[in-house]
Nanobody, 114 residues
Framework: QVQLVESGGGSVQPGESLTLSCEAS????????MGWYRQAPGKEREFVGH???????NYGDSMQDRFTVSRVNAGNTILLRMTNLKPEDTANYIC????????WGRGTQVTVWS
């Protein structure tokens, strides 16, 4: 079993930056993938980006310009660096991990207000 715990969400103003963290506990398969989705109220879940165990990243449409996914702490923690945040980035950001099967965190709320 893998447990995922996100942190780093909060309320920011447009143009500011924020870094989210997701720590995985439990044993990860060597070829795991960890990443982020986001979901705003009344909208479908949207793919933000992910990173493989070897460090290859992939992003959703228009995400790569301002969002960066990286791994730290021997690979069990991923970060989502978000820059130049906009009100439309307001959402619950949910961490996931594929390690032989899919695991999901509960999410951390990001609110961008003006």
């Amino acid at each position: 079993q893998v447990q995922l715990v996100e942190s780093g969400g909060g309320s920011v103003q447009p143009g500011e930056s924020l870094t989210l963290s997701c720590e995985a506990s439990g044993r990860l398969f060597d070829r795991n993938i960890m990443g982020w989705y986001r979901q705003a109220p009344g909208k479908e879940r949207e793919f933000v980006g992910h990173i493989t165990a070897r460090g290859t990243t992939n992003y959703g449409d228009s995400m790569q310009d301002r969002f960066t996914v990286s791994r730290v702490n021997a690979g069990n923690t991923i970060l989502l660096r978000m820059t130049n945040l906009k009100p439309e980035d307001t959402a619950n950001y949910i961490c996931y991990c594929y390690s032989l099967k899919n695991y999901w965190g509960r999410g951390t709320q990001v609110t961008v207000w003006s």
